[in-house]
C-alpha cells in the first residue's frame, strides 16, 4: 500500500519564529488533509489540499501531487501550535481510505 | 452545526469484558470512519462504512473487533473479550461523501473515547 512521511518528526521553535513541515508519498493520490491534533487530543481540519497552494491565517499549504509531496508552512508561530500535525492522503484508487503520516511534533517556547 | 460526537469520553474496563464505544456522525455525512490511537503514536485505521456500500473492514486487528453503523447514521464500535493491547483513544471521523470524480471529501474528527483496560 501507500506510504506517507513526514519530516522532521520533532520540532522544537521560538515563537514568532517560521517553520516547513513536509509530507511525502509513495504513490499518485486523489486528495490530501493536513490535521492538527492539539494537547487535549482533539484533531482538527487545516486544509483540505489535493493539489495548488491555499492560506489561512498564519498557515499555508503547498500540494506538488505530480511530485508526491505536501507543504504545511507555519508563519510567526504561536504556543498554540503546538501539537502534533498529521498529513493523510486518499490513495488513487476509488474506495480506499485515507492513510495518515505519522506525525510531526511540534513545540512553540515562549 | 454540530460536529461528530463521540460517548463515552472515558471507558475503564477490566481485561476480559467487551465494549461498546458509539459514534454520531455529522448529519448528512455518508462516509464514516473509525480509528485508533495508542499513547504517542499516529492514526490507524480500524474500519470505513461508505453509504450503503459493504464496510471496508481491513484495519481491524482481531476478530474481537466489529462496528455496525445502523440507518446510515450513528455507528458502534464493539471489543469484544478486551485486552491491555486494546487500551488506546478510538476515534471516529465523518465526511459528507464519497465519489469517483472527487473521491474522499474532507474528514472531521469527533474528541475520540479514551479506553482503558485494566
Known amino acids: 500500500g501507500i506510504q506517507v512521511e513526514q519530516s522532521p518528526p520533532d520540532l522544537i521553535l521560538q515563537e514568532g519564529a517560521n517553520s516547513t513541515l513536509r509530507c511525502n508519498f509513495s504513490d499518485s493520490v486523489n486528495n490530501l488533509q493536513w490535521f492538527h491534533q492539539n494537547p487535549w487530543g482533539q484533531l482538527i481540519n487545516l486544509f483540505y489540499?489535493?493539489?495548488g497552494t491555499k492560506q489561512n491565517g498564519r498557515l499555508s499549504a503547498t500540494t506538488v501531487a505530480t511530485e508526491r509531496y505536501s507543504l504545511l508552512y507555519i508563519s510567526s508561530s504561536q504556543t498554540t501550535d503546538s501539537g502534533v500535525y498529521f498529513c493523510a492522503v486518499e490513495p488513487d484508487n476509488y474506495g480506499q481510505n485515507f492513510v495518515f503520516g505519522p506525525g510531526t511534533r511540534l513545540s512553540v517556547l515562549p | 452545526g454540530a460536529g461528530v460526537s463521540q460517548s463515552p469520553s472515558n471507558k475503564v474496563t477490566e481485561k476480559g469484558k467487551d465494549v461498546e464505544l458509539r459514534c454520531d456522525p455529522i448529519?448528512?455525512?455518508?462516509?464514516l470512519y473509525w480509528y485508533r490511537q495508542s499513547l504517542g503514536q499516529g492514526l490507524e485505521f480500524l474500519i470505513y462504512?461508505?453509504?450503503?456500500?459493504?464496510?471496508?473492514k481491513s484495519g481491524l486487528p482481531s476478530d474481537r473487533f466489529s462496528a455496525e453503523r445502523t440507518g446510515g447514521s450513528v455507528s458502534t464500535l464493539t471489543i469484544q473479550r478486551t485486552q491491555q493491547e486494546d487500551s488506546a483513544v478510538y476515534l471516529c471521523?465523518?465526511?459528507?461523501?464519497?465519489?469517483?470524480?472527487?473521491?474522499?471529501?474532507?474528514?472531521?474528527f469527533g474528541p475520540g473515547t479514551r479506553l482503558t483496560v485494566t
Open positions: 462504512f461508505q453509504g450503503n456500500s459493504a464496510p471496508d
Open positions: 489540499i489535493p493539489s
Open positions: 471521523a465523518s465526511s459528507l461523501r464519497a465519489d469517483r470524480v472527487r473521491g474522499l471529501w474532507e474528514q472531521y
Open positions: 448529519s448528512g455525512h455518508t462516509a
